[in-house]
């Protein structure tokens, strides 16, 4: 961290939220509602980052359990407070007038529970507040430094649209800017070399700047670095755009039989398609083939996975996006065809059998590789396959908080003035994915109330002590580490 040279104008203000997606903009209206006076800094040339192209479906898990099972690297501390701030965190949009559905919609990602949202109403609505309690909310200015003074955070300094460098003095500044998945070199640092094959389905804007900002003020990392949020994609696609990030996502993967290039299956299917993106990541080419017969074409394939996401036939539109695909009446024929795209026939004829015949005894393994006892095989012809590909939308590593959003240094010490929300942050999710939208909408209230206590009354947020998350070791969790 360094302070700045000659900024071309100071303003002073209580807090700066640096991005505007959901946590952002969730962490400035909670601050201003607390009676900061908040700015809202946002790159690019409209507010709303990842959110803003988002489905809109605000869910995470049901119950702490929940949490720990699906997630068990998780940071449980973050996880359980979390889950017990999910209704008040509702109850707090649906007053805000945005449409919130009534019903929920149950097992979403197989075992969260959550509500379909009008999330660009969330996202104004948030904004509204900001400049209602007199804060400002501003596009196309980036913010490139954090200032300090002595160990505490001093405010930012951003060039805006017009070049100039503008600083803004603040006790408090909360990172929002959405993970590190626009950042190759530290995707590749931590995933390795298939990280550049990762086609990149997130809001251009998120860079790893937070990332790189809390390091330079001291923060200690986190684990979850090499884990990420995506969805399977057709390969090849001729063109990838924001508009095709929802129609082009393979939800159903978790339904069919996915082998590598080498025709070897290497995941449980069924732990659904979010999983399997990361798992084909690490794959040879880091691509997959699904297959999948005609139950699978005419039920999964077309449903809506969930209310904001279409029912499109998700098979139609990767193949008029140019994907590689196979059609046959038989198993044996349709071997034959993926052979020709340079698949092992005779590995992939032994990978489907014994598939087959795991399932067909209520699961098991089939050549090592778990097979889950609700596995159905390919049985009805006609049978399909499809090439895919992994994407990042979102990375689940990050900056090192407490359940406070205070960032945290290698000891386990809050930074005086820096706070950290969303996708920012890191060990939430790790490897299992508790959700994005509810996360960084909770997160950033988190964060949001801390900061505006500290800009207004100089003090901490919280009067319990101020816990530091669960270090998390491959072979499981430390023990808890008080913060002093
Ligand atoms: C297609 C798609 C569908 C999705 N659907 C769902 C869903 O239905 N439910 C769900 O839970 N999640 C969903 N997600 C994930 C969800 O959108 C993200 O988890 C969430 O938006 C992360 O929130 P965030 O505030 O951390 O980051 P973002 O919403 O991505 O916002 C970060 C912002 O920070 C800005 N920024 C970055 N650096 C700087 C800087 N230096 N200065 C100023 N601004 C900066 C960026 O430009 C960006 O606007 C979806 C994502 C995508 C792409």
Known sequence: MSQSGNPDETRQVDVVV????ISGSAAAMTAARQGARVVLLEKQESFGGSAALSAGMFWTAPTAEAYNARIPLGNAALG?????????????????????????KMNIMTFGIGYSTDIHAILEWCRQEVRRAGGETLTGVTVT???????????????DAAGRAVR????????TTGGFQGARDELTRHIGPNADRLLLRSNPGSVGDGLRLARAAGSGG??????????????????????DYLPYSQYYSGSTVMVNLRGERFADETKGDELLNQDVTFQPEARGILIFDHHVRTTEVIQEPFPGLGTIDRLATALEAGGTYAEAETLDELVRKVAAWGVDQDKLS??????????????????????????????????????VQPSITFTFGGVRTNSNGEALDHDGRPIPGLYAAGADIGGLSNYGYAGGL????????????????????????????????????AGGPATEKEAS
């Open 438 to 473: 509810a996360p960084g909408y909770i997160t950033g209230r988190w964060a949001g109330r801390a900061a505006a206590q500290r800009a207004t009354t100089g003090t901490r947020r919280s009067p319990e002590p101020i816990r530091a998350p669960e270090l998390i070791y």
């Open 80 to 104: 359980a407070r979390l889950v017990g701030d999910y209704e008040e965190a509702l109850a707090e949009l649906r007053a805000s007038g945005a449409r919130v559905a009534a019903e929920p």
């Open 18 to 21: 640096v991005g505007s997606g």
């Open 350 to 387: 032994a990978t489907l059998e014994q598939y087959t015949a795991a399932a067909d005894q209520g699961g098991g393994t089939a050549l090592g590789v778990p097979v889950s006892p609700t596995a159905r095989p390919p049985r009805t012809g006609p049978f399909h396959a499809l090439m």
């Open 168 to 175: 803004y003095a603040a006790p408090a500044v909360v990172l």
């Open 222 to 243: 986190t684990t979850a670095m090499s884990t990420f949020y995506g969805h399977l994609l057709p390969f090849p696609v001729s063109r990838f755009e924001t508009e």
């Open 145 to 159: 430094e954090l200032t300090h003074d002595g160990g505490s955070v001093t405010g930012v300094t951003a060039r």
